[in-house]
């Protein structure tokens, strides 16, 4: 398939006014007619209409009520005798397609016996034929007819406007949708369902009716997504100024779908995953998820349906802009600071362990594409979480107020259009016409065109005799497919100083500038290199930079160990503070990967120690910190991931970085022993399961100490904590501790994992969402001599494993080979042969989620030797396949690039 390019885009020749769509539901054969008023775009030199249409058969065309002529040009379907004139005229088209087969999940699919859709981003095409493009906005009017007794419920976007009986035991029911839309918003869902309900009245005053359709038994599971879309309506007015525009809005659960959730217009479909929660099914990480994927999902209501995209290269104008929406509405939910640096270290950490291999990789691309070949592959952390943090960047530039002013601003010139990322940055500029964003608007834009994680390098001078610091600050960007030169990108970078020997936050002055002194700036940051001079200063500051992460960048600073530790035990910034014990560890962890004198022994161990005794202090200092947050040293004291490490290396043994992780894991399980006891007997649940952070963070600590002592046990051959872990396995009430306590025996490789396993699985057989925890957990085990790849094979034997849901195909198949390197990265290349395996496999039946897969090996090319061929070999044996589909071609080509 040929590249589709950002410079080749064209307006629409054709409007596309009115829709009238009826559906005859059968899983075998749905007929769709599509009744449309069609109209020329004056402003555009005439053509003929060419409607896109895939897996469709075709019965009839009309124009104005009479036959006419067409022809197929591949998959289009072309029309060129259409009536001259700037009138109107109506195009009926009918067509069948077959619901049950549709294994791909895009278009009309049926899951467990309800019938879903999934249109974006060009799935509409698969429903009906259509302009399927996002500027193509049109009115819809939807009536649905099935079987009564199998398809009670049926619905659509907008409003129910008429339903009844029709001949044959069928019924049916007629929706219109009162916002114009783009088809990719359409939605419909008919089946057996019920809906937990509830009535909302707005700020403005209107009754809303929220509803969370599920299969009959789930209803139970309902409340905390119902409660995360109430705040999600009340967050969005209360700080966007932004109402619900529907009577009713509706959440619609199926366990069969490509990704998380889909924002149709009122009727948003979910992977039943981000909404079915009970404490003794779902997870603490569950609920939260929920809750960000609920208000991500509503919040497109208007970044993304009232505003929408002009084509698919500006995906992150509502992708990347709805991200930061719903970061910002879990860390406004979360309330207290300490919460807020939790939730921020999390999004930072997803954003360099994802997104920042991919910009490194073959895969790398701006945040507003040049060109792609299958759309579905761009639905990227680049576009996604890179393009959050450049919205965050613009919100900080211009203040909270600021940015509001500028949303307001937005919507305001553009409700109801498609527009481009430049419209939005533009707007938010435009209300802020004297902010440092305004000031360098065109430089500004570059983290849209320009791929690539940049550097900033930060070197520090104290001159005694000035009692004056210098921090210099310099950018660079490396190279990335198709673009080899960069310029200069426009970084803001929160900085502190502190007091070396007391760790006290320093007045931030600069040589010449006179005014109110603070203890936290930010620099912008637009040349390639810029220093500044801070004066007042008796002693050498250690300067705190990049404070709450405030660019996507990556920082280079040569800090010592001590100044580490100063920041680690003082930092008035909680983002700095976690970063300097991440840096601290991950130092050491590059010194054993490269120190050849640190051998591992036949047991693949370490033998000696390779944490310094003062990091092993220092996190001790943290655990036992009465003043900080369960959440936030639980962050503290997990190790920088196996991925992450891998990240900081040019060339990669993924064996030696998970051995060195190891050993260091142990060493602080073991040096550790009676501050992890006295963290797990101090944080057990008082009374009922709540998810808020602060209990949530008292568990996960409470879960990491059982952890972390399950280690030593096993090291010391102590049979008394496994013994605890299957005790608090057993009995524990809620999901998060009895996950913990399994996830414990199993990573430690206790005899008891196994009995434990079992029991897991015949107390949730019945659970699907749970049911892929337990295949998750063992497929993302450690490896203890190869052992992890014939547990998958075996896995994928179980009764309970189907390839053709994607929740399940990714519990064990991205487990392992995304989430285990460990495991994965076998010298003799078995893993990847497994991996080549599945993606050709799965491509079959669903290319987009067999897309998400062959991007495991992205970043083979940093990997040593024999891993490197090995890798190389798999890729090669995918790419020669002559049947793939355009997602996986593209992106096994651009690795072999
Ligand atoms: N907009 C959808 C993603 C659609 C993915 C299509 N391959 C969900 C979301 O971002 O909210
Ligand atoms: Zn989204």
Redesign the pocket.
Known sequence: APAIHRADYQAPAWWIDTVDLTFDLDPAKTRVLNKMRLRRNPDVAAQPLRLDGEALNLARVMVNGGGTSFKMDGNQLVLENLPEGAEPFDLEIFTTCAPAKNTQL?GLYVSQGTFFT?C??E?FRRITYFLDRPDVMASYAVTLRADKAQYPVLLSNGNLVDSGALEDGRHFAKWVDPHKKPCYLFALVAGKLVAREQKIKSRSGNDHLLQVYVRPGDLGKTEHAMNALMHSVTWDEARFGLPLDLERFMIVATSDF??????NKGLNIFNTKYVLASEATATDTDFANIES?VG??YF?NWT?NRVTCRDWFQLSL??GL??FRDQEFSQDLAGSPSARAVKRIEDVRVLRTAQFPEDAGPMAHPVRPDSYIE??NF?TVTI?EKGAEVVRMQHNLVSREGFAKGMKLYFERHDGQAVTCDDFVQAIADANPLSPLAQHLPQFKRWYSQAGTPRVRATGHYDAATRSYALTLSQSCAPTPGQSEKQPFVIPVELGLIDASTGAALPLQLANEAGAVTTSRVVVLTEASQTLTFTNLDAEPVPSVLRGFSAPVVLDIEYTDAQLLTLLAHDADAFNRWEAGQRLALRTAIHAIADSEQQTGAHGRFDRNILSPEFVEAMRSVLRNPALDAAFKELVLTLPSETYIAEQLDVVDPQRIHAVREAMREQLALSLQPDWAWAWEQHQDTGGYRPDPVSSGRRALSGLALHMLCIAAQRAGDGVWPGKAYQRFKVAANMTDRFNALTALVASGSELAAPALARFHTLFKDEPLVIDKWFALQAGAPDRAGNVLPTVRQLLQHPDFSLKNPNRARSVIFSYCSANPGAFHRADAAGYVFWSDRVIELDALNP?VAARLARALDRWKKLAEPWRSGAREAIARVAARPDLSNDVREVVTRALA
Do not use: F, S
């Open positions: 895009m999934q974006e981003a799935g490509n990704m998380g959730a889909m924002e994927v991500h999902e497109h993304g509502k992708e709805t991200v759309i579905n639905y996604y987009q």
